[in-house]
């Protein structure tokens, strides 16, 4: 048992980019991170990506994975069902290319029923695309938070935010606040984990995860004592990959081991 009881405290999925947080006591670990995480995205007709930053009612949209394809739910749009495309068999017509930030991915476009519903969601023509090779995050598969660091950052706010807001996958308990920053790996039973960089925040964190509207932003707080000069932004959290482990299952529970 890990000395400091350093723990898992709870893991997070997001199935399509930027929709609503999936709280999980158990999440299956692979090369590509959390199993059914950020699988699905929200794109212009165009190709290019879209999330809350520009469209905070993103935060409204409810994603229900499986092995077959999602299910989504959203206020504006009502359910709809996509099942899974079969990279192989797929095509050649339906794979477009998409720009995640500067990187462009190969992905599958779902089609005109589900264009519908995503303009339905964000009040302009988009359409929705699944991943073929590659999932769709920022650059790297993973976001571990931790408690601590929450709770000072918290301590130099007007009101307490909810971890909700930076929208980690894994959030650890036990540690000392921004610990992180001087971590290598973390080691969870059979998983290594590698910690990439420190991940710079942008203006989704000061958007109500419950309501999908603005609110309080952390980012002037964080702006006096987490800027990062060589990332020219503040952080919290940190990006990681999976360096081996793959297949493991994580619990909420499980202990953590901290290599420097």
Not at 139 to 162: E, K, M, Y
Not at 245 to 255: M, P
């Amino acid at each position: 048992m890990n000395a400091r009881n350093l723990l898992i405290h709870s893991l997070h999925i997001y199935p399509v980019k930027s929709c609503r947080a999936i709280d999980l006591d158990e999440a299956r670990l692979g090369p590509r991170g959390l199993q059914y995480d950020r699988e699905w995205l929200f794109v212009t007709p165009e190709g290019r990506f879209l999330t809350q930053r520009s469209h905070p009612v993103l935060a409204l949209l409810a994603a229900e994975p499986d092995d077959l394809g999602v299910t989504l739910i959203h206020p504006n749009a009502g359910r709809l069902r996509l099942d899974r495309p079969e990279p192989m068999t797929t095509s050649p017509a339906d794979w477009r290319l998409v720009t995640v930030w500067k990187r462009e991915i190969e992905a599958i476009d779902l089609g005109r029923e589900a264009a519908r519903f995503a303009s339905a969601v964000v009040g302009e023509p988009a359409r929705i695309v699944a991943a073929g090779s590659d999932n769709f995050p920022d650059g790297h598969p993973l976001l571990v938070c931790t408690l601590a660091s929450l709770d000072d950052l918290n301590g130099r706010l007007p009101s307490a935010l909810p971890m909700s807001r930076f929208r980690p996958n894994i959030v650890l308990e036990g540690t000392e606040a921004w610990e992180e920053d001087h971590i290598k790996d973390l080691l969870i039973g059979a998983a290594r984990l590698r910690f990439v960089k420190a991940c710079t925040r942008c203006g989704v964190t000061g958007i109500d995860q419950e309501t999908g509207r603005k609110a309080l932003s952390p980012l002037p707080v964080l702006q006096e004592f987490r800027f990062d000069t060589a990332l020219r932004g503040v952080t919290f959290g940190q990006n990681a990959r999976v360096e081996s482990g793959a297949g493991s299952l994580l619990r909420v529970g499980d202990a953590v081991h901290l290599l420097g």
